[in-house]
């Protein structure tokens, strides 16, 4: 693996063609500042210039994935209301930034991933978490709301109804509860969590970042429209990507017919 790159809030690291970025604030929860999402911000910068990468890895250091926004910004943000309007722009921003990203993103979450937290989860395109750790909004047990795009992207993943009592309630959710519900891939035991995410970042490595792209747009363009604009959407995006230079969709077929590696392996 190569050697971390020098961020305040988070260690960043390839290995092959995965790369990991790994909340390193442990002591405070991984809460997230704005250094912290101008670290994260430079991170997806870093990946999608890389055309080697594959997928991106987002964790957390000790027992917390992240539990949200920082108490001292928290505290800043409340007695200056168009400060706390700056900070959600900037954290849905990054959440976006998550999704637009050409390349799988997978959550590792091996603690508690509550709030804004959360929501950085909920970006990304998995989320593998640990048996006995804890995710979920959050927000409403304090007496406030989501802001960083819960709300939306909740209902999604697990239906209405689900995302309502979870969002009205404030509860959490074992790992093992949140693979019941469809809201991540998988549940493990803790210490087989960072297998079972070598395991599955491993798929993505021999594909093409090109596809991967394409695909990945594809499924988030559709989950916001009506069937047949998602379509349409869908047989545009085909024909854009046959119509590339070198487009390795062509590259694909011709060289499973000559039975050889492609061109991006």
């Known amino acids: 693996m190569a050697s971390p790159a020098s961020h305040a809030t ?22 997230l500042t704005e250094e912290a999402l101008d670290d994260l911000n430079n991170v997806v910068a870093s990946v999608q210039s890389d055309a080697s990468i594959r997928t991106l890895v987002l964790s957390g250091e000790g027992e917390a994935f ?22 959600l722009t ?8 998550l999704e637009a990203l ?41 007496g406030v709301v989501p802001g960083g795009g ?16 979870l969002v009205y309630s404030g509860r959490l ?10 809201l991540v891939l998988k549940s493990v035991p803790a210490e087989k969590l960072d297998a079972a995410v ?4 491993a798929t ?24 047949p604009s998602g379509v349409e959407y869908e047989r545009a995006e085909v024909i854009r990507y046959l119509r590339e230079p070198d487009s390795d969709a062509i590259e694909g077929f011709r060289a499973q017919q000559q039975n050889r590696p492609p061109s991006w392996a």
Do not use: M, W
């Open 173 to 182: 959710l074992t790992g093992k509860e949140a693979l019941a519900l469809g």
């Open 66 to 87: 992240s539990v949200g926004l920082a108490v001292a910004l928290l505290d800043q943000a409340y007695g200056d209301l168009e400060y706390f309007e700056h900070v």
């Open 198 to 201: 070598e395991e599955l970042a």
């Open 102 to 142: 050409d390349v799988p993103v997978i959550a590792k979450v091996g603690g508690t991933a509550v709030a804004a937290g959360f929501e950085l989860a909920l970006a990304c395109d998995l989320i593998v978490i640990a048996d006995d750790a804890l995710i979920g909004d959050g927000h409403v047990a304090a």
């Open 150 to 165: 819960a709300s939306v992207r909740l209902p999604r993943a697990i239906g209405v109804q689900q995302a309502r009592e």
């Open 10 to 31: 988070l260690n960043y690291s390839t290995s092959g063609r995965v790369a990991h970025a790994v909340f390193a604030r442990p002591d405070e929860g991984n809460s």
């Open 90 to 97: 900037r954290l849905a921003a990054t959440c976006l930034s």
């Open 204 to 227: 993505f490595t021999d594909k093409s970042r090109n596809a991967l792209a394409t695909a990945k747009r594809q499924i988030n363009r559709g989950l916001g429209v009506d069937t």
